[in-house]
């Protein structure tokens, strides 16, 4: 139990110092990180009622699925890209 704890600390003091360091050399997306904040302070908020009352099982379907749809319209709308164009012109 106590190396999991210390294995947690040091995971978040690396993670901090590597923020901190990009943070400083201005490499963060500042605006797409404000953009996350307010989903993630939800998510903690509701995330575990929601896993209570739903069950963890049928969150996690939910999630999946989600994410399936997701990838599916990033890659119908990102086909649209005239990018694709040039690479697929390269095949030929």
Do not use: H, K
């Not at 490499?27 to 939800?42: D, I, Y």
């Not at 739903?54 to 119908?76: Q, T």
Request: glycine share 6%.
């Amino acid at each position: 139990m106590r190396q999991r704890l210390i294995s947690a600390q040091v995971v978040g003091l690396v993670s901090a110092i590597a923020a901190t360091y990009y943070f400083i050399v201005g490499l963060v997306p500042v605006c797409l990180w404000l953009v996350s904040l307010p989903g993630t302070w939800l998510g903690s908020l509701f995330g575990a009622r929601l896993a209570d009352s739903f069950g963890s099982r049928n969150v996690l379907i939910f999630f999946v699925a989600f994410l399936c749809l997701e990838v599916v319209y990033n890659v119908c709308v990102l086909t649209e890209l005239p990018i694709f164009d040039s690479i697929s012109s390269l095949n030929r």
